[in-house]
């Protein structure tokens, strides 16, 4: 499974940027994290293959969307950001086989993409 993200660059904060990932293959239940240097990978949001369920991380509710399209492209619009959103983003795709798992913890995907840097400047 490749998953290639894109959408990253400098920005001010106020401004909007919205990342794609585009997952080819079967059927996948994405995430999107980020993660510093001084911290560790962090969960933004999630969203199963049907797209009918979608959780965001309190940080980031309110200001961005996860969705996702037809031909397995997630997307994450990011509004109103914060130089604290800084950081490289990461997609990841869960296969959906129905199975329990924790959406906001990085060990339950099972495929990750590269990254892509945001820097929110102030």
């Known amino acids: 499974v490749q998953l290639q993200a894109s959408g990253g660059g400098l920005v001010q904060a106020g401004d909007s940027l919205r990342l794609s990932c585009a997952a080819s293959g079967h059927r996948y239940a994405m995430g999107w994290f980020r993660q510093t240097p001084r911290r560790s990978r962090e969960f933004v949001a999630h969203i199963t293959w049907s797209g009918g369920n979608r959780h965001h991380s309190h940080s980031v509710r309110g200001r961005f969307t996860i969705s996702r399209d037809a031909k397995n492209t997630v997307y994450l619009q990011m509004n109103s950001l914060k130089p604290e959103d800084t950081a490289v983003y990461y997609c990841?795709?869960?296969?959906?086989?129905?199975?329990?798992?924790?959406?906001?913890?990085?060990?339950?995907?099972?495929?990750w993409g590269q990254g892509t840097l945001v820097t929110v400047s102030s």
């Open positions: 990841a795709a869960k296969h959906d086989d129905a199975s329990t798992y924790d959406y906001s913890e990085p060990g339950s995907y099972d495929y």
